[in-house]
């Protein structure tokens, strides 16, 4: 049986992760921070048969024995300030979860499981303002956002410890990938959870900012198959995992509204407080790579997966509906 410790682990990409490497027969190491106290919604069903393990990602030490007692054969490091338009903000926090935090997983593994294979979660935001389109491995990286600049170290640290220490040390460059497991404050689950609400009649518009951007939306369940065939490979290497294809905030919007008969323009208000200080206007992965050394591939495709979430959304919104009328609120 293989053994796998993931940080992050009660996130979108970790709780899918997690599915997955427990259905191929894994033991499931989660990590979780001592200081705070765990949302386990996305783990749910899975919760009794991960096993819990107490660290930080800037403690060393607590790292060092999170992989001494779980003696992992493969590690994924998910976990960061990944919210992009908090990193403004909050950029110290971005830099130690964001950038630093890796080190310190890299070096937990070097001085205690030096042959453990380890994935890195990093970010199409590394791109940033593109030098070429689409982008690839061999694609310059020029990030915009704190957290951008963040996931660069991360990437490039993981590369140096590979090279340096002849660690199986790989960078999964994830381009925007979503399920109804994104939190409310990215923009594609803000769209299905508006639209749910105004459909049901409990919310009567939605703040956006620059519905021009262009990014490239897959399915988190689909990407996960990615980073769990990176560390299967005879060799360590980093791959771009996006669909290939480009989607405006704008044609998000349509969709999600479409799909319950209703018109976006009739609620939607632009705001400036959602306008990044830097916009990353465009952003569209070429997975070629990824497709023939992996032999990865999609199974749901962009409008599948804004339908997916707003169905979701509307099951979630008509239960809390239900609760609040029972109470009495």
């Known amino acids: 049986m293989k ?24 033991k499931v190491f989660g990590l979780r921070r001592r200081t705070s106290t765990p949302n386990y919604e996305n783990v749910i ?44 903000p909050q950029p110290i926090a971005t830099a130690q979860m964001t950038a630093l935090a890796v080190t310190n997983m890299l070096e937990a593994v070097r001085i205690v499981k030096p042959d ?20 690839k491995e061999t694609t310059p990286f020029y990030p915009r956002s704190p ?12 590369v140096n410890y590979r090279e340096s220490f002849n ?7 994830l381009f925007n990938h979503e399920s109804p497991r994104r939190g409310l404050e990215f923009v594609t ?81 632009i705001d400036s407080q959602f306008v990044r200080p830097a916009e990353v206007e465009l952003l569209l992965g070429d997975c070629t790579k990824a497709k023939e050394t992996l032999g990865w591939k999609l199974d749901v495709d962009f409008k599948q997966l804004i339908h997916m979430m707003v169905d979701e959304d509307l099951k979630r919104v008509k239960s809390e509906m239900r609760y609040y009328e029972l109470m009495g609120i």
């Open 147 to 158: 957290y951008g600049v963040a996931k660069v170290y991360g990437h490039w640290i993981t």
């Open 167 to 173: 660690m199986f040390a790989c960078s999964g460059i």
């Open 3 to 26: 053994t796998a410790l993931i940080t992050g682990v009660t996130g979108q990409d970790g709780s899918y992760l997690a599915e997955l490497l427990l259905d191929k027969g894994y």
């Open 189 to 269: 689950r803000k769209v299905t959870d508006a639209v749910a609400r105004i459909k049901l009649g409990v919310q009567n518009e939605i703040r956006m900012g620059n519905l021009d951007a262009l990014r490239d939306w897959g399915f988190a369940g689909d990407y996960v198959k990615a980073m769990w065939l990176m560390l299967q490979q005879d060799e360590p290497d980093d791959f771009v995992i996006s669909t290939g294809e480009m989607h405006s905030v704008r044609e998000l919007l349509e969709v999600a509204f479409s799909y319950v008969n209703l018109n976006y323009k009739d609620y939607v208000v």
């Open 45 to 88: 069903r899975i919760k009794d048969k991960i096993h819990w393990l107490s660290g930080d990602l800037n403690d060393l030490a607590s790292l060092i024995e999170a992989v001494r007692i779980s003696n992992p054969d493969e590690v994924y490091n998910l976990a960061a300030q990944s919210f992009v338009a908090a990193s403004w």
């Open 116 to 135: 453990a294979r380890f994935y890195q979660a990093s970010s199409s935001e590394m791109f940033g303002k593109v030098v070429e389109t689409p982008q």
